[in-house]
């Protein structure tokens, strides 16, 4: 009895092996791929096909009208290996996904022949938004600097509201959480794999950069509290008891993915909500102190200038590829991130005219009031210097 079910799990699993080594993977050089309106780009299709028969695979578009295929279908021929070109020709600008289908009874031979093609409209536009990219990613870099560097220069952070330096650093760093997460762990990016089958990565190594950056030079000025004047600004019981709800918040998350109530990938989505939570509401304590003030001194006029360069440029990115590739519903189908990007450019506007418009007077007075207790305080230790 024992060597009957020895010898039938061998014939099975022999069967199992035959079959799988019998199955053709159709693979492409690439998943993505930019052609211009009446232009034309190629990908080749690879299969490695042991099976006994011939099977038709026919290309599949997501959208009809937006570009051509030459061959958009073939015969891929039993026992050979297969190369087949593949030719796009851009008809109408937008994203168009093609995948396959074939005649075999086994549907998941197909399953990793996928291009995601975008047909754009103009090439200059592209490299323009490439590099409106690259000049608002160093300028959201530089921003923390021009206080980090007042700061020092005053030596002290009077005027430096610190419920916006703690909400910053907790937003900050959910942030990265979020980023590094999916850029550094396998689990995370399979799950989002599982999800997503033919989605991509939406964390690039530049976001963990800027993200842990970001944390790094929020710590400094944080620092800085600690070792220059401060007067008798407080963080405010408001922002403790927020900071305290977002606590919770990531603590009871972490619970549940802990616990496999939820996924560890709905665990960073939630981090990303109180971080989105934290853009919204983290310039208005500054604002209010601002208001109550009449005054920004202390405040750092140059991160709002730089914050407001790559904010501006973030967006003007936004509509570029909006019109580029006639995809309009990135920005009103779903308008977080161009809602973001518009509401804290409003900000920097608002903070720019309380600077140059509204307490320009202010600020001058209030600047020549420091250089003047300066001074004075350095005749003072040089008069007792001389009397000793």
Known sequence: MTCFLLQTLAIVLVTIVAGSAQSTVFTVDTHDLTVLLNAQKSFVIYARNNADEYVNVTLVKQHENHLDLEPESFVSASGASLDQTVVVTGRQAGHVEITASSNSSDKSITDGLFVRIVVAKSEAIIYTSIIFGWIYFVAWSISFYPQIWINYRRRSVEGLNFDFLMLNIVGFTLYSMFNCGLYFIQSL?????????????????????????????????????????????????????????????????????????????????????????????????????????????????????????????????????????????????????????????????????????????????????????TDTTKELANSEATEK
């Open 189 to 373: 990016q399979d799950e989002y794999g599982d999800r997503h089958p033919r989605g991509v990565n939406p964390v690039m190594l530049n976001d963990v950069v800027f993200s842990l950056h970001a944390m790094f030079a929020t710590c400094i000025t944080i620092g800085q509290c600690f070792v220059f004047e401060r007067g008798m600004q407080r963080v405010s019981k408001i922002a403790w008891g927020l900071l305290l709800l977002f606590v919770v918040l990531v603590i009871v998350s972490a619970g549940l993915a802990g616990g496999s109530v939820i996924h560890w990938l709905d665990f960073l989505y939630y981090c990303s909500y109180i971080k989105l939570t934290i853009t919204i509401i983290k310039y208005i304590p500054q604002a209010l102190m601002n208001y109550r003030r009449k005054s920004t001194a202390g405040w750092s006029i140059g991160n709002i200038l730089l914050d407001f360069t790559g904010g501006s440029l973030s967006m003007l990115q936004m509509i570029l590829n909006a019109h580029n590739y006639d995809d309009w519903v990135s920005i009103f189908g779903d308008p977080t991130k161009f809602g973001l990007g518009l509401f804290s450019v409003l900000f920097d506007i608002f903070f720019m005219l309380q600077h140059y418009v509204f307490y320009r007077h202010s600020n001058n007075l209030t600047i020549s009031n420091v250089t003047v207790n």
